[in-house]
């Protein structure tokens, strides 16, 4: 079973700074890659997606991730964070061999002080 | 207007006692998966259905039957409520492509005493 690892639980940061939570996914064949935001008290909204193509993959609100197919990995990025921007964010990934399941990391739980 | 919808939005129930959640979609969509959500832990797959007349277990199916009564409800149920599925159920959707994206409904909180 493939499975989805998010190095961080809980990551700090002040206003402005840069984020970069990370990614890395099992599974060695094709794959297809989510990022996931759930704002306190609401649901879960896809922030970005990769099926193929450019691995630099832009998304909503300034979000952007790297699919680099030789670390499974797929990082997301925000060059400068705003205190909106906290969440719980999860990485998905679907393994592409027809399954249509989803495969979730643990979440990250950013948190953006003023 | 919200495309997935959950009912009910939370649920405290005791042990032993059967409930019912119930999932409905507005996006047309074929697909739909029952998650749960616990703190720590992401979301783990407990059911999924494909169309009407396919459902398939996911990862965490013991303890848990669902019911596709139509292309746009798909409901979940515990037969025997334990505490340990005090936790946060999300349904999604998607639609036929591949790859497809999910849709998330906005969850129902459950607490089992």
């Known amino acids: 079973a493939q499975s989805v690892s998010q190095h961080n639980h809980h990551v700090i940061l002040s206003e402005a700074a840069s984020l970069e939570l990370g990614c890395n996914y099992s599974y060695g064949g094709t794959v297809n890659l989510f990022w996931y935001v759930q704002y306190p008290g609401q649901h879960l909204q896809l922030l970005l997606k990769y099926f193929s193509g450019d691995p630099l993959v832009k998304g909503i609100k300034g979000f952007e991730a790297e699919f680099i197919k030789s670390k499974f990995s797929f990082n997301l990025r925000k060059p400068s964070v705003q205190w909106s921007d906290t969440a719980e964010y999860f990485c998905a990934v679907d393994s592409g061999a027809g399954s249509y399941q989803l495969t979730f990391g643990k979440g990250t739980k950013l948190s953006v002080i003023p | 207007d919200a495309d997935v919808t959950q009912t009910p939005r939370n649920r405290i129930t005791k042990t032993g006692k059967r409930i019912m959640l119930e999932c409905s979609q507005t996006k047309g969509h074929d697909r739909m998966y029952w998650y749960r959500q616990d703190p720590g832990l992401g979301l783990q797959l407990i059911y999924y259905?494909?169309?009407?007349?396919?459902?398939n277990k996911g990862e965490i199916s013991d303890g848990y039957s669902v019911s596709r009564q139509a292309q746009a409800k798909f409901s979940l149920s515990l037969e025997s409520a334990i505490p340990n599925q005090t936790a946060l159920y999300f349904c999604?959707?998607?639609?036929?492509?591949?790859?497809?994206?999910?849709?998330f409904g906005p969850g129902t909180r459950l607490t089992v005493l």
């Open positions: 999604a959707t998607s639609g036929t492509g591949f790859p497809d994206t999910q849709y």
């Open positions: 259905s494909f169309d009407v007349k396919d459902i």
